[in-house]
């Protein structure tokens, strides 16, 4: 069922570095590519998203890139911190079925 | 404006019991879907209900079913529990057309022993 590929499965970054997620789609229906953040205990946070007439969008040290023609997206933290340490989703969305399919999920850790 | 909620936060099941997970979505969101996240991976998408009918299903088997409630909240029911059904059950609320922008709840952690 995974359409979403996800890596990698974990990372560990210095505080002050930069974190890199990547995420790979095969469906070419998907029109809406979110983030979620995700911390023990608790369900998904919406973190940032982008439609892919974009190749790029920032909110703060949050920033997504996409490449529509590789099918491919990554979201970059800049300036991570402790506090961003938690477990990271990419995720597509296709209007035809109204499903949204996450990738597995990456496991950040920001070492102070 | 109050968030998605869900009850019970935990419960413990036994095979073959059937099993009713609540949800009340955020307010003015019209639209629920629900979830399963089995441990260390990803929410895999059961179903998405709008106006009470049921509006999208992903690659779930029919004990797993769900009804929508006038006032947007939701029920998910699974019939038949199995040892796989396991997880952490999330549900979404969200606006109808805006289904990638969805606000979880913190979940209902399933045990079926």
């Known amino acids: 069922q995974q359409q979403v590929k996800q890596s990698p499965q974990s990372l560990i970054v210095q505080k002050g570095g930069i974190s890199i997620i990547n995420c790979a789609y095969e469906n070419t229906a998907f029109d809406y590519f979110p983030w979620y953040q995700q911390f023990p205990g608790k369900g998904p946070a919406l973190l940032i998203a982008?439609?892919?007439?974009?190749s790029e969008k920032k909110e703060g040290r949050f920033t997504i890139s996409f490449n529509k023609s590789a099918k491919q997206f990554s979201l970059h933290i800049m300036d991570s911190q402790p506090g961003d340490s938690a477990t990271y989703f990419c995720?597509?969305?296709?209007?035809?079925?109204?499903?949204?399919?996450f990738g597995a999920g990456t496991r950040l850790t920001v070492k102070p | 404006e109050t968030g998605v909620t869900q009850s019970p936060t935990h419960l413990i099941k036994t095979r073959g019991q059937q099993v009713t997970l609540r949800c009340s979505s955020q307010s003015g969101h019209n639209t629920v879907s629900w979830y399963q996240q089995a441990l260390g991976q990803g929410p895999q998408f059961i179903f998405q209900?709008?106006?009470?009918?049921?509006?999208g299903r992903g690659n779930f088997p029919p004990r797993f079913s769900g009804l929508q409630f006038p006032n947007y909240s939701s029920e998910l029911n699974v019939n038949a529990l199995e040892l796989d059904d396991s997880a952490l059950y999330l549900c979404a609320s969200s606006l109808v057309g805006a289904s990638g922008t969805q606000y979880f709840g913190p979940g209902t952690r399933l045990l079926v022993l």
């Open positions: 982008i439609r892919p007439d974009v």
């Open positions: 995720a597509a969305c296709s209007p035809l079925n109204n499903d949204m399919r």
């Open positions: 209900y709008y106006r009470e009918e049921e509006n």
